[in-house]
């Protein structure tokens, strides 16, 4: 969040990451799930009411869709997101600016409709909503809508000296764009149904193939994030083969949009470097893999912030 003491009638701005597997803000990060509820729940650790309905945040990642404007889930996720950044900083009140994004070669064609999903409120018009037990009373009043994995990297853009990718793993999608001496190249921007759901979807079935099991997606998680988990080793045994076949995928798919290792550098941002980390064979000395899963919401909030610089 990001806060203009100079200027105390202006509104925070709040970067929001709105991933298909993680919400995240600058400081924070909670799964994608939302469990509609017409009666409250006995459990309400993670409960968010609003506009008389209740919502248990996070128990669950959300399915992929190409449309995030298809429900009600995202904008319930956004008053989360914007709830947990601001209880960081003990705030329960605040005029909110959001700055958010969209997968790189999304931005120009849903741009305007996500802008107008997150504005449903009139910028006047107090929300007023719970969570995890806390009310708050907000004004969102204004968005700003930037690409996505390139807001991770625009803070220190003049540090790419000749040709870079940079590649975004989020949950859903892969976003590839080439940097050349520190400027994108919009004709080399590509997005791909390749997150790192689809390496989950591979251990699924190969665990099923092989062993007639099912595993929870906690379990999964934490070998993809750690490199392995408290399970019998034929388990933990498959799983990583299917990680490494899933890296493999992706340094593929980048050598398909002209990645040379020796050539180019390659820099990775989102949520699946830590697959990168632990399960692929590259040049670390070539390779940067930014781990702060923070970094995209972040990155929002330095773009929206130059922007109103710019502005005045």
Same mark, same amino acid.
């Given at each position: 969040?990001?806060?203009?003491?100079?200027?105390?009638?202006?509104?925070?701005?709040?970067?929001?990451?709105?991933?298909?597997?993680?919400?995240?803000?600058?400081?924070?990060?909670?799964?994608?799930?939302?469990?509609? !509820?017409?009666?409250?729940?006995?459990?309400?650790?993670?409960?968010?009411?609003?506009?008389?309905?209740?919502?248990?945040?996070?128990?669950? !990642?959300?399915?992929?869709?190409?449309?995030?404007?298809?429900?009600?889930?995202?904008?319930?996720?956004?008053?989360?997101?914007? #709830?947990?950044?601001? #209880?960081?900083?003990?705030?329960?009140?605040?005029?909110?600016?959001?700055?958010?994004? $969209?997968?790189?070669?999304?931005?120009?064609?849903?741009?305007?409709?996500?802008?107008?999903?997150?504005?449903?409120?009139?910028?006047?018009?107090?929300?007023?909503?719970?969570?995890?037990?806390?009310?708050? !009373?907000?004004?969102?009043?204004?968005?700003?809508?930037?690409?996505?994995?390139?807001?991770?990297?625009?803070?220190?853009?003049?540090?790419?000296?000749?040709?870079?990718?940079?590649?975004?793993?989020?949950?859903?999608?892969?976003?590839?764009?080439?940097?050349?001496?520190?400027?994108?190249?919009?004709?080399?921007?590509?997005?791909?149904?390749?997150?790192?759901?689809?390496?989950?979807?591979?251990?699924?079935?190969?665990?099923?193939?092989?062993?007639?099991?099912?595993?929870?997606?906690?379990?999964?998680?934490?070998?993809?994030?750690?490199?392995?988990?408290?399970?019998?080793?034929?388990?933990?045994?498959?799983?990583?083969?299917?990680?490494?076949?899933?890296?493999?995928?992706?340094?593929?798919? $980048?050598?398909?949009?002209?990645?040379?290792?020796?050539?180019?550098?390659?820099?990775?941002?989102?949520?699946?470097?830590?697959?990168?980390?632990?399960?692929?064979?590259?040049?670390?000395?070539?390779?940067?893999?930014?781990?702060?899963?923070?970094?995209?919401?972040?990155?929002?909030?330095?773009? #929206?912030?130059?922007?109103?610089?710019?502005?005045?």
């Amino acid at each position: 969040m990001i806060i203009d003491f100079n200027s105390p009638d202006k509104p925070v701005i709040i970067g929001l990451d709105h991933g298909y597997g993680n919400m995240k803000t600058a400081h924070t990060c909670f799964q994608t799930g939302v469990t509609r !509820h017409d009666r409250e729940p006995t459990f309400k650790s993670n409960l968010l009411f609003y506009d008389g309905q209740y919502y248990t945040i996070g128990e669950e !990642h959300k399915e992929f869709t190409a449309d995030k404007m298809t429900d009600q889930d995202y904008f319930i996720l956004t008053l989360a997101g914007i #709830a947990s950044e601001l #209880a960081f900083y003990g705030w329960q009140t605040a005029d909110v600016h959001l700055s958010v994004g $969209l997968p790189l070669t999304w931005v120009a064609e849903q741009k305007d409709d996500f802008k107008k999903y997150l504005m449903q409120h009139d910028p006047r018009e107090e929300i007023v909503f719970t969570f995890k037990s806390r009310e708050y !009373h907000i004004r969102i009043t204004g968005v700003d809508v930037f690409p996505q994995g390139f807001a991770a990297i625009v803070s220190h853009l003049s540090d790419f000296k000749g040709v870079n990718i940079l590649c975004d793993i989020g949950n859903g999608t892969m976003n590839v764009m080439t940097i050349t001496n520190g400027r994108p190249i919009s004709s080399k921007c590509f997005t791909e149904k390749y997150g790192t759901h689809q390496c989950t979807l591979l251990i699924r079935e190969r665990l099923m193939q092989k062993f007639h099991v099912t595993i929870e997606d906690s379990v999964i998680e934490e070998v993809l994030r750690t490199g392995t988990a408290d399970i019998g080793k034929q388990y933990l045994d498959v799983i990583v083969e299917a990680a490494k076949e899933y890296t493999e995928g992706i340094l593929r798919r $980048l050598r398909e949009h002209e990645y040379h290792p020796d050539l180019m550098r390659l820099y990775i941002v989102g949520g699946g470097g830590c697959l990168v980390k632990n399960f692929a064979e590259y040049d670390e000395s070539r390779v940067t893999i930014n781990e702060d899963i923070c970094a995209t919401a972040k990155g929002y909030e330095y773009m #929206a912030n130059a922007r109103m610089r710019k502005a005045g």
